[in-house]
């Protein structure tokens, strides 16, 4: 069980262009999602964080006009990257958590390149 | 401002070696504590957590980790590790009532047959 996906997972895009990515606790209700990116060769840098029915909390430096993050229902989490720009380029990752649970269930990840 | 350091970048070992990696955190309050692996190719999975209690918690495929709270730290251990542990390892401190995660930089180990 706590199985969490992510789609698409890699992803080529135009400068200036949007992207939407979709994250999806399979099996389990998770009342809180966060997004992560990674660069190449570092660690995890928490984005932000989405409880489902209301607004994402973003992390200092994380533009919210940017990153759109959306927690819809409680299994679907989605983040759209907006007017994406090669600097955008990197690997986000999704993680899912129960109400009331400390642990985290992280996805596989998407690769972004934007061109 | 809260930080997680982990002290060795890369490490390099012979099969049955034993590995020790060292994690330490920096935040005055409360912490859950976690170690994460990442095989190649493959997301994060947890290894271990301490929330509270017994300051030796072990894990998954022999993994085990001491939480020090006098020293901050949250080290990883394994007696003799196998060539299917060459992954990355992640330390993460977990804080708040959500429990954000901040991560340290990784580990990257390598075991050679």
């Known amino acids: 069980g706590a199985v969490v996906s992510q789609h698409p997972s890699w992803v080529i895009c135009k400068s200036g262009t949007s992207v939407k990515i979709e994250c999806r606790s399979l099996?389990?209700?998770?009342?809180?999602m966060f997004w992560y990116r990674q660069f190449p060769k570092q660690s995890l840098m928490l984005m932000a964080t989405?409880?489902?029915?209301?607004?994402?909390?973003?992390e200092q430096g994380v533009e919210k006009d940017k990153f759109l993050i959306n927690h819809a229902s409680l299994t679907l989490s989605t983040l759209t990257v907006t007017s994406a720009h090669p600097e955008d380029s990197s690997f986000y990752i999704c993680?899912?958590?129960?109400?009331?649970?400390?642990?985290?269930?992280f996805g596989p990840g998407t690769r972004l390149t934007v061109t | 401002a809260q930080s997680v350091s982990q002290h060795n970048h890369h490490v390099i070992l012979s099969e049955a070696a034993s590995l020790e990696l060292g994690c330490n955190y920096s935040?005055?309050?409360?912490?859950?504590l976690f170690w994460y692996v990442q095989y190649p190719g493959q997301h994060l999975q947890l290894l271990l957590k301490?929330?509270?209690?017994?300051?030796l918690v072990k894990g998954i495929k022999g993994f085990e980790a001491e939480f020090i709270k006098s020293k901050f730290s949250f080290n990883l251990r394994k007696p003799s590790v196998q060539w299917s542990d060459t992954a990355e390892y992640f330390c993460?401190?977990?804080?708040?009532?959500?429990?954000?995660?901040?991560f340290g930089a990784g580990t990257r180990l390598a075991v050679h047959p």
């Open positions: 993680s899912a958590q129960r109400r009331d649970s400390y642990e985290q269930y």
């Open positions: 989405s409880n489902e029915g209301s607004k994402a909390t973003y």
């Open positions: 935040y005055g309050g409360t912490v859950n």
């Open positions: 993460a401190v977990g804080t708040g009532g959500y429990n954000k995660l901040i």
């Open positions: 099996d389990f209700q998770a009342t809180t």
């Open positions: 301490y929330f509270s209690g017994d300051p």
